[in-house]
Nanobody, 112 residues
Framework: QVRLVESGGGLVQAGGSLRLSCAAS????????MGWFRQAPGKEREFVAS????????NYADSVKGRFTISTDNAKNTVYLQMNSLKPEDTAVYYC?????WGQGTLVTVSE
């Protein structure tokens, strides 16, 4: 049973930073693409960033490019999303994804 557990969300002022973590368990993920998505109130879930579990450069939505960085720690089976220069429009529930599996989400709120 694959399990994804996100953490690291919270309330931050505009311009601040947060680091989200997604701890994965239940399977070997070495050949998979790990992704972060987000869903703001009243909006559809959207892609934020992705990376192959083995590492390398990530792929990013235009709205976060240059501000967010996705990375993996294979030893800890964890995927991170470093979010800098946060904006109020980044407010959303952030979800970790691999294949058909989703975490429960972690709320990020960015105040003016």
């Amino acid at each position: 049973q694959v399990r994804l557990v996100e953490s690291g969300g919270g309330l931050v002022q505009a311009g601040g930073s947060l680091r989200l973590s997604c701890a994965a368990s239940g399977r070997t993920f070495s050949s998979y693409v790990m992704g972060w998505f987000r869903q703001a109130p009243g909006k559809e879930r959207e892609f934020v960033a992705s990376i192959t579990w083995s590492g390398g450069s990530g792929n990013y939505a235009d709205s976060v490019k240059g501000r967010f960085t996705i990375s993996t720690d294979n030893a800890k089976n964890t995927v991170y999303l470093q979010m800098n220069s946060l904006k109020p429009e980044d407010t959303a529930v952030y979800y970790c994804n691999v294949a058909k599996f989703w975490g429960q989400g972690t709320l990020v709120t960015v105040s003016e």
